[in-house]
Structure formats: C-alpha cells, structure tokens
C-alpha cells in the first residue's frame, strides 16, 4: 500500500465531523471549486518521509559523534548533507507551488465502467515540474511531468458503480521530487461531475412495435430504400433482411437494416412494461431499446413518469433520453 492510499484510507476512517474540520481549517476545501485552482504556497503542504527521517536521525548521529571526538570532517560532512536535505526541502515545494488545475468534461460511460476525468494541470513558470501524481478518491495514482511554460493532462480514474450523477471528488496533487526525503501534497475539489447512463439489459429484448406496444420487431418502422447498417438479430425479421454472407463469416445472426421514410414513429413507453417489473429493470429495458432504436436509425420517442422526450433521432437525441434514464431517482 502506498503512502498516498494509506492518507487516503486514514482520511475515511476519521469521524464525518473531524473530517470535515480538518477540511475546512487545514487543506481549506470548502465544496466543489468553480473554474482553474491555483496551487498557492498557503495550499502546499510538506513533511520528511521515512527516508527523510531516517535521514535526519543518520545527521544527529555524526553531529553527536562529531562532537564528542572534536572531528573537524565528521562537522564539515554533517552540515554538507544538513544543506542538501534542506535544499531538497525547498526544491520539493517549489514543484508544487503555483501549479493551476483546471478539470474537463469527462465523456459519459455506462454503470460499471470507469470514468476518466481529464485534470488539465498547467505550469505558466520557467520551472520544468517534475514526478508530480494524482491520486483520486478510489486511490488510483497517475504519474506526469510538467515542462516549463506547458501544461500536461492527467486522468482521474473513478468507477462508476450506478447510474446517476458522478462527481470526481477530491483529488490530492503530490511529489517527492527531487531527493525523496520530503513530500509535498495538496488537496483539491473541482467543480465537474459526470452522467453515468444505466446498464443496458442483457440479453436484448426485442423492441416494441412502432404503435407503442410489444411486438415483434421494428422492421415496420424503418424504411427500405437504402442499406444503412447490420443490427442483431430479432425474432420475427424477415429472412429476406437476414445478412446470411455475415453469418457465413461466423459473424452470428444479424439483420440488414435499411433507411427510408418510415411510415410511423416508434414509442419507448414506461407505463407500456410489465407491472411487476422493477424500476430498475425498466430502466435497463429501455436504456438498452434506446440504444437500439438508435442504432437502427430510427424515429423514437420516450415517455417517462415525470417527462416526455418527443420522437427524434440522432446522437444528441439518443443522449438525451439516455441522460434522462440515467436521473431518474433511484
């Protein structure tokens, strides 16, 4: 376990109210920060790590011996190393000191997977900045350097378990550079968060017909002029739409899809599911009928308890109804 994982695993287990004192009074979090965080010297904390303690101890043994044999090379090599350490102190800080982060828009992912927050970490100094790491709040460590006038980027890795809206949380910027005897850390909280999209069902079920209610197959709802695209196989297709060259290719089942001017619009209704189905299981039904719609190039809509998503098609709208699954409450 390293030094960073086990200040972050003591941090947890500190009661709430201690916790959060210590954030307000000491690293000065006070809640998510808006726009870029500049790393001032009064946010840059720094204390000897267990080589630089034993360092230390190592000095006041030859100082000791140094004194009581009266050895003039015992003084001179005993103060020699005492600056180094002392500069090495300095030279850590200063690989911190006045670093400005700003945190980017993550891309969303589905429950289950990771998310990574793009931490964008600029150095506006002649200084190149080197063996920086940032740790997330899951512990993940992420080495770069900074060159002098440039920045670098950093991903902050978090899983995200359950659909909703993830937050980063705190991040913690730390270094040993150059000697390894001090280390420099900060604490930081971005004001960036990410919408994880809810599991797709597995296996599919087939979408319903475009009058809102289960059927067989959408095959009724996409056109048929022009090829578009293969999808997986539904019960009921055509044989006439099966690629049967691409099950020859042991590619599995699949069924050409055409697009044309449908003749109807395809509705995912919540109210249309089986009343015993639990909430989340509607909502990984119809995340999973979203994708597929979508990838259909299908005309759809969504009908939710608390809102009503009309028929569209496109990116921006697949996104919205997926956005719209991911916040319903839990």
């Known amino acids: 376990m390293t030094a960073a994982t086990s200040a972050l695993a003591a941090m947890r287990a500190m009661p709430i109210a201690l916790r959060r004192w210590i954030d307000t009074w000491l690293y000065q979090l006070r ?11 009064r946010r840059v904390y720094i204390l000897p790590t267990s080589h630089g303690c034993i360092f230390f101890l190592v000095l006041l043994l030859m100082l000791a011996g140094s004194v009581n044999y009266s050895l003039s090379l015992g003084f001179i090599l005993t103060f020699l190393l005492a600056g180094l350490g002392v500069n090495g102190m300095l ?13 980017g828009r993550p891309r969303s992912v589905f429950a289950g997977d990771v998310v990574e927050f793009p931490l964008r970490i600029e150095n506006a100094t002649g200084v190149s900045r080197a063996a920086l790491e940032a740790v997330s709040a899951a512990g993940q460590a992420h080495g770069f350097d900074v060159a ?19 937050r980063i949380g705190r991040v913690m910027l730390q270094t040993r550079f150059p000697l390894g005897l001090f ?5 930081l909280e971005p004001d960036v968060d990410c919408i994880v999209f809810a599991r797709p069902e597995t296996p599919p079920v087939p979408l319903p017909s475009p009058t809102g209610e289960r059927g067989e197959g959408p095959a009724s709802a996409l056109g048929n ?40 619009e395809l509705w995912l209704d919540w ?17 999973r009928w979203v994708l597929e719609a979508d990838a259909a190039g299908m005309t759809y809509g969504l009908r939710l308890p608390p809102t009503v998503i009309e028929p569209a098609a496109g990116a921006g709208h697949r996104t919205q109804c997926l956005e719209a699954l991911a916040l319903l409450p839990q």
């Not at 440039?150 to 993830?166: C, F, K, Q, T």
């Not at 997986?232 to 697009?259: E, M, T």
């Not at 109210?271 to 995340?287: F, G, H, Y």
């Open 225 to 264: 002029e022009d090829f578009s695209g293969l999808r997986a196989y539904h019960a009921g297709d055509s044989p006439r739409r099966i690629a049967w060259k691409a099950d020859a290719q042991n590619r599995g089942l699949l069924s050409k899809v055409f697009s044309g001017q449908a003749d109807s």
């Open 183 to 187: 280390r420099a850390w900060s604490y």
């Open 91 to 103: 030279y850590t800080f200063r690989n911190m000191a006045n670093l400005r982060i700003s945190a």
């Open 148 to 166: 002098a006038d440039s920045d670098a980027v950093a991903p902050i890795a978090l899983p995200a378990r359950s659909r909703g809206r993830l």
């Open 31 to 41: 809640g998510p920060q808006p726009g870029p965080i500049v790393l001032g010297h």
């Open 271 to 287: 109210n249309a599911l089986p009343e015993a189905m639990a909430t989340e299981a509607r909502i990984s039904r119809l995340t």
